[in-house]
């Protein structure tokens, strides 16, 4: 009797590896978690570019898609007007995977506000002005 139930416990518990959300590619909060840590990485290198004054990397305003990772993503920016900020933005496709849609293209945005000089702080020369502090 007890040889009996020591087989049929472990039976009883296979099928709980089969349900879908135990299938990482299969649950699709799993997949938007990749697609958000995907996003996380984009916004984190544009910002970083943008903070250490690397801005031409990021083709900024052009038109053409720079690379991030195995994402293609095009970024622009504009000053406000009466404003103290500098609007950086960016979209772009990540691409995702899973069994039931296949490869899918997600769509990512994302915008960061760059702080500038004052004028009332500054001689009005125009280096002076396009530093960027950044916010956090």
Known sequence: MSSNRTTAFPQSLQPLHHFPSQNPEQNPINNNGKIAIEEAKIEKAIIEAITRGKIQTLKPNSGEAITIGEHYICVLFHDEPDSECRVWEWHGHVLSYNEERGHTQEYVY?????????????????????VGLGLR
Do not use: K, L, P, Q
């Open 110 to 130: 994302g915008n960061y506000f760059e702080r500038t000089i004052s004028s009332a702080f500054s001689d009005g020369s125009e280096a002076e002005r396009d």
